[in-house]
């Protein structure tokens, strides 16, 4: 069907009207809306020229690698939601999901992707109990504790499939990330919940893009799949490459400000397997 934008003007009335607090679909009183209006000046004042679109900028508000090729996205199938994307994967495999919360998401890998083993990850487990989605088995276990240590915990190449999805902080992500690529079979596949560099939910930038980006921008990794969230905390997801779309040094397409550094300048949690691809982690600290 067409989209007609009067008819969507009449149905949406309320929320096209020119007073400036409905007009940004902002359902609270008067008072909420100044209150939200506060820091959303100071948040363009000061915060949304360092998240300009610029390839070079000097100081965005977290580094992303300026620059992904297209080679590196072209054999990406995109989904309508991650139900449709777990549909699409092979049944029957070894799976780690890394932060589980109360175990929905966990319930439909089991339901929708039959899987063989399923690792659960997380810092604690009553939530999980109290919900009931998911109960240990046979083929499902629980891991109790940080994310980095429980999956170092497992054999190499342990899994097929990793849905990472525990702390979004920028070196927890990397942190999660590198342990996860020492376990993952050379054609398994790593998936990252929450793609989105700025959650407006929160308030607070996430570490998933920019860990993303420079997987894919190292010419290592490449896209497989991506799916839509509605509110478009997407996932996405990564192979390695076979083939072509290497670079040599993925670290070139960051901005000229955060340059490599050497394993001793790095922050000690960072774990340095790999000083190029998250040399701008060094900011973090
Ligand atoms: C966003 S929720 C996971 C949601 C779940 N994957 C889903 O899709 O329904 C994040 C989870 O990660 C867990 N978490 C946060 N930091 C962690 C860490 N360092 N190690 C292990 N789990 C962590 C939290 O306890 C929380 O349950």
Same mark, same amino acid.
């Given at each position: 069907?067409?989209?007609?934008?009067?008819?969507?003007?009449? =149905?949406?009335?309320?929320? &096209?009207?020119?007073?400036?607090?409905?007009?940004?679909?902002?359902?609270?009183?008067?008072?909420?809306?100044?209150?939200?209006?506060?820091?959303?000046?100071?948040?363009?004042?000061?915060?949304?020229?360092?998240?300009?679109?610029?390839?070079?900028?000097? &100081?965005?508000?977290?580094?992303?690698?300026?620059?992904?090729?297209?080679?590196?996205?072209?054999?990406?199938?995109?989904?309508?939601?991650?139900?449709?994307?777990?549909?699409?994967?092979?049944?029957?495999?070894?799976?780690?999901?890394?932060? &589980?919360?109360?175990?929905?998401?966990?319930?439909?890998?089991?339901?929708?992707?039959?899987?063989?083993?399923?690792?659960?990850?997380?810092?604690?487990?009553?939530?999980?109990?109290?919900?009931?989605?998911?109960?240990?088995?046979?083929?499902?276990?629980?891991?109790?504790?940080?994310? =980095?240590?429980?999956?170092?915990?497992?054999?190499?190449?342990?899994?097929?499939?990793?849905?990472?999805?525990?702390?979004?902080?920028?070196?927890?992500?990397?942190?999660?990330?590198?342990?996860?690529?020492?376990?993952?079979?050379?054609?398994?596949?790593?998936?990252?919940?929450?793609?989105?560099?700025?959650?407006?939910? =929160?308030?607070?930038?996430?570490?998933?893009?920019?860990?993303?980006?420079?997987?894919?921008?190292?010419? =290592?990794?490449?896209?497989?799949?991506?799916?839509?969230?509605?509110?478009?905390?997407?996932?996405?997801?990564?192979?390695?490459?076979?083939?072509?779309?290497? &670079?040599?040094?993925?670290?070139?397409?960051?901005?000229?400000?955060?340059?490599?550094?050497?394993?001793?300048?790095?922050?000690?949690?960072?774990?340095?397997?790999?000083?190029?691809?998250?040399?701008?982690?060094?900011?973090?600290?």
């Amino acid at each position: 069907m067409a989209f007609n934008l009067s008819q969507y003007k009449i =149905e949406t009335q309320q929320f &096209t009207s020119r007073i400036g607090k409905i007009r940004r679909g902002f359902g609270g009183s008067g008072l909420e809306y100044f209150l939200f209006k506060v820091p959303r000046v100071i948040w363009l004042l000061f915060y949304r020229p360092r998240m300009r679109n610029d390839y070079d900028f000097a &100081t965005p508000l977290l580094p992303v690698p300026s620059h992904l090729r297209q080679c590196s996205v072209e054999r990406c199938r995109v989904f309508a939601d991650r139900d449709e994307m777990l549909k699409s994967l092979s049944k029957r495999k070894v799976w780690a999901e890394v932060g &589980t919360y109360e175990g929905a998401f966990a319930r439909k890998i089991l339901d929708i992707c039959e899987p063989t083993r399923l690792d659960l990850i997380d810092l604690r487990f009553d939530r999980v109990r109290l919900r009931g989605y998911v109960h240990e088995s046979e083929a499902v276990s629980f891991y109790i504790g940080d994310s =980095e240590q429980s999956l170092l915990k497992q054999p190499d190449n342990k899994y097929d499939y990793i849905y990472i999805d525990a702390s979004h902080d920028l070196i927890d992500v990397a942190r999660d990330t590198e342990a996860a690529k020492l376990k993952l079979r050379l054609d398994g596949m790593l998936f990252f919940n929450d793609y989105i560099y700025f959650s407006y939910l =929160e308030l607070r930038t996430y570490g998933v893009v920019p860990v993303v980006n420079s997987l894919i921008a190292s010419g =290592e990794w490449e896209v497989a799949c991506f799916a839509f969230h509605n509110k478009m905390y997407c996932d996405i997801g990564l192979r390695r490459v076979t083939s072509d779309c290497r &670079t040599d040094l993925g670290c070139t397409t960051f901005p000229s400000r955060h340059r490599p550094v050497s394993a001793a300048a790095a922050p000690r949690r960072f774990i340095a397997t790999d000083q190029c691809r998250y040399s701008h982690l060094e900011q973090i600290g």
